[in-house]
């Protein structure tokens, strides 16, 4: 006999879920009152590189050590911030593309963490976009910049859905779904970004 759940225990579970959302948004507003009051040598970007470092590492233990992945999470904040990106997007993005994988790649030749075609963005495209490629494209780190310049082109494009879109199937077909997967890894990531700086901030 298949197991039904009496409305006393669905009524618990859903007062345990709304006492959890609380929480998580007492946690998520104490820590952005905390940004809000901090200046600028505050421990949010610190907090920001140990949290990337982690979420690299704990993905992909396999292939970057705790102290490469700490670099690489270090050159992914910098270079969003060079390119007017949200570093915690790019989390979402490279995990959707390659899962963090470094020598992931595609169907049709796209290589390394964010999946980056050398032909086409060495070539017109790339030229006519103003993408500039230097090096080895299977370099974590000349693939994370690469995948930032396309992003912030696209960004100057339409919104930011539609840049993520774009970053799948091009400005002449934007892929959906594409972009709401990343949207969800995103919004996941940004949730437990917040309540790893607001419990850090309580523990200092």
């Not at 270079?79 to 790019?90: F, I, M, N, Q, V």
């Not at 993005?93 to 964010?114: F, H, N, Q, Y």
Request: net charge positive.
């Amino acid at each position: 006999m298949k197991y039904q759940p009496t409305k006393q225990a669905a009524l618990r579970r859903r007062v345990n879920k709304l006492l959890i959302g609380g929480i998580v948004m007492i946690l998520i507003v104490t820590a952005l009152n905390r940004v809000a009051v901090a200046d600028a040598d505050s421990g949010l970007e610190t907090a920001l590189r140990l949290y990337c470092q982690t979420y690299i590492h704990s993905r992909s233990g396999e292939y970057f050590s705790w102290q490469r992945s700490g670099e690489l999470a270090a050159y992914l904040v910098v270079t969003a911030r060079r390119y007017e990106l949200d570093p915690l997007l790019l989390l979402a993005v490279v995990k959707t593309e390659s899962d963090w994988r470094p020598g992931c790649t595609g169907a049709i030749g796209e290589v390394g963490l964010m999946q980056i075609h050398p032909g086409w963005w060495r070539g017109s495209w790339g030229r006519n976009a103003g993408i500039e490629i230097d090096g080895n494209i299977r370099n974590e780190e000349t693939n994370i910049a690469v995948g930032c310049q396309i992003l912030r082109r696209y960004n100057d494009e339409g919104s930011y859905m539609q840049m993520l879109a774009n970053y799948n199937g091009g400005p002449a077909r934007p892929y959906w779904p594409y972009a709401r997967k990343v949207d969800r890894e995103y919004r996941e990531i940004l949730k437990n970004f917040w309540l790893y700086f607001a419990l850090a901030g309580m523990e200092g």
